[in-house]
Nanobody
Framework: QVQLVESGGGLVQAGGSLRLACAAS????????IAWFRQAPGKEREFVAG????????KYADSVKGRFTISRDNARNSVYLQMSSLKPEDTAVYYC?????????????????WGQGTQVTVSS
């Protein structure tokens, strides 16, 4: 079992940056693949970025490639999402999710553990 807590959200102007963190408690964090999803009001949840157990494999949604970077620090039981060149359309609640399989999946149905989310608002 792993518990996830997101932090780092907030209000930022377009073009700005934010760094989200996902802190995990529980054992064997290094055995979990982690992904970030987001959900904007009135829209479906969408995949943002994912990272494999040892950080060898990363995946990104086309909409964030080149602007967002996912990383993990297994010693600190944490995963990060560095977001740059933010756009108003990045406004959403961001969630981290975990599952104990190898490679990151882009489907939310493949993740068992979820955090409560952190709000990111990008003003124009």
């Amino acid at each position: 079992q792993v518990q996830l807590v997101e932090s780092g959200g907030g209000l930022v102007q377009a073009g700005g940056s934010l760094r989200l963190a996902c802190a995990a408690s529980g054992r064997t964090f290094s055995r979990y693949r982690i992904a970030w999803f987001r959900q904007a009001p009135g829209k479906e949840r969408e995949f943002v970025a994912g990272i494999s157990l040892s950080a060898v494999i990363t995946k990104y949604a086309d909409s964030v490639k080149g602007r967002f970077t996912i990383s993990r620090d297994n010693a600190r039981n944490s995963v990060y999402l560095q977001m740059s060149s933010l756009k108003p359309e990045d406004t959403a609640v961001y969630y981290c999710a975990a599952d104990d399989r190898l490679s990151p999946s882009t489907s939310g149905y493949d993740y068992v553990h979820w955090g409560q989310g952190t709000q990111v608002t990008v003003s124009s």
